[in-house]
């Protein structure tokens, strides 16, 4: 993909982002924020907060930006990469399909288009460098082993794929948990029982992951934050700011928990556990 469709396709895929996310916003109410009442108290202290409404935004910023980075793993999986890099997402009705059935493919997500004279990649995409934990590292390395033999032994039919790859969205390889040596085999340490895969299977992180995603091109990544930042601005032309709807839900979360504000600004944390509690 050259530069003006990476640009164009993502900036699309913004666009559309954006107006879910202002659907999104314009639906929440406060009961989906979840509060713990023992920690209040203390983020209030540590952040040295002056009254509730303060520590009313703090929570509600760190509530919606878990949204924003659910949300914007989903827009790579299910939009940008389809869409954009033409890879095939497998979502459920294309698991309904062989090969694809087999669960031997369960930790894949998408695959690659066979190219020329280059035959089809595998991808199981993550986001970051925390993004898996040594069970799944261990699971990872079983189940790419069986693809690997499937693939070997000819029961795929005639699909086939010349390589497993890793993909981590951001971040430099030399970031990284040793979880992602161990997936492709590499034991640090301890003997963890996992089969080399090294010659097949690849990480590819941050700037090398959206090269090996688009035939090797250095300059992608830089292609794409261009287009979010276009079809951010595109957005807000059509759509207009989200702040008065952010406003908005700051003002009737806060709202619920006056009762527990004292004339003099200070807090009842008792009152506010015996409303959340019982």
Same mark, same amino acid.
């Given at each position: 993909?050259?530069?003006?469709?990476?640009?164009?396709?993502?900036?699309?895929?913004?666009?559309?982002?954006?107006?879910?996310?202002?659907?999104?916003?314009?639906?929440?109410?406060?009961?989906?924020?979840?509060?713990?009442?023992?920690?209040?108290?203390?983020?209030?202290?540590?952040?040295?907060?002056?009254?509730?409404?303060?520590?009313?935004?703090?929570?509600?910023?760190?509530?919606?930006?878990?949204?924003?980075?659910?949300?914007?793993?989903?827009?790579?999986?299910? =939009?940008?990469?389809? =869409?954009?890099? $033409?890879?095939?997402?497998?979502?459920?009705?294309?698991?309904?399909?062989?090969?694809?059935?087999?669960?031997?493919?369960?930790?894949?997500?998408?695959?690659?288009?066979?190219?020329?004279?280059?035959?089809?990649?595998?991808?199981?995409? =993550?986001?970051?460098r925390w993004t898996i934990q040594l069970t799944m590292a261990v699971q990872l390395n079983k189940a790419f082993a069986e693809?690997?033999?499937?693939?070997?032994?000819?029961?795929? $039919?005639?699909?086939?794929?010349?390589?497993?790859?890793?993909?981590?969205?951001?971040?430099? =390889?030399?970031?990284?948990?040793?979880?992602?040596?161990?997936?492709?085999?590499?034991?640090?340490?301890?003997?963890?029982?996992?089969?080399?895969?090294?010659?097949?299977?690849?990480?590819?992180? $941050?700037?090398?992951?959206?090269?090996?995603?688009?035939?090797?091109?250095?300059?992608?990544?830089?292609?794409?934050?261009?287009?979010?930042?276009?079809?951010?601005?595109?957005?807000?032309?059509?759509?207009?700011?989200?702040?008065?709807?952010?406003?908005?839900?700051?003002?009737?979360?806060?709202q619920q928990f006056h009762f527990a504000v004292r004339p003099d600004s200070t807090i009842d944390w008792e009152a506010i556990?015996?409303?959340?509690?019982?």
């Amino acid at each position: 993909m050259n530069k003006a469709a990476v640009v164009e396709g993502v900036s699309r895929q913004i666009v559309w982002w954006m107006g879910e996310r202002q659907k999104k916003l314009a639906e929440l109410r406060h009961e989906t924020l979840s509060v713990n009442p023992f920690l209040l108290p203390l983020i209030f202290g540590i952040h040295q907060f002056k009254d509730f409404d303060e520590l009313a935004e703090f929570l509600v910023a760190a509530h919606l930006s878990t949204g924003y980075a659910t949300g914007f793993g989903k827009l790579m999986d299910e =939009k940008i990469l389809p =869409k954009v890099f $033409g890879v095939t997402k497998l979502d459920k009705a294309t698991r309904r399909a062989a090969p694809f059935s087999m669960s031997a493919f369960d930790e894949i997500d998408h695959i690659i288009p066979s190219t020329g004279n280059h035959a089809a990649k595998l991808l199981s995409l =993550k986001a970051g460098r925390w993004t898996i934990q040594l069970t799944m590292a261990v699971q990872l390395n079983k189940a790419f082993a069986e693809l690997l033999e499937l693939r070997n032994s000819d029961r795929l $039919g005639t699909f086939t794929f010349e390589e497993i790859g890793v993909g981590v969205v951001y971040g430099t =390889k030399d970031t990284l948990t040793d979880k992602y040596d161990i997936l492709r085999g590499i034991n640090r340490g301890a003997n963890h029982g996992v089969t080399d895969l090294t010659d097949d299977v690849h990480v590819y992180v $941050g700037r090398e992951f959206w090269a090996w995603l688009n035939g090797g091109e250095q300059l992608t990544q830089e292609w794409v934050i261009e287009g979010i930042i276009q079809g951010f601005q595109i957005a807000e032309k059509s759509l207009g700011s989200l702040e008065n709807l952010l406003v908005d839900f700051r003002k009737e979360f806060s709202q619920q928990f006056h009762f527990a504000v004292r004339p003099d600004s200070t807090i009842d944390w008792e009152a506010i556990i015996k409303k959340i509690n019982g």
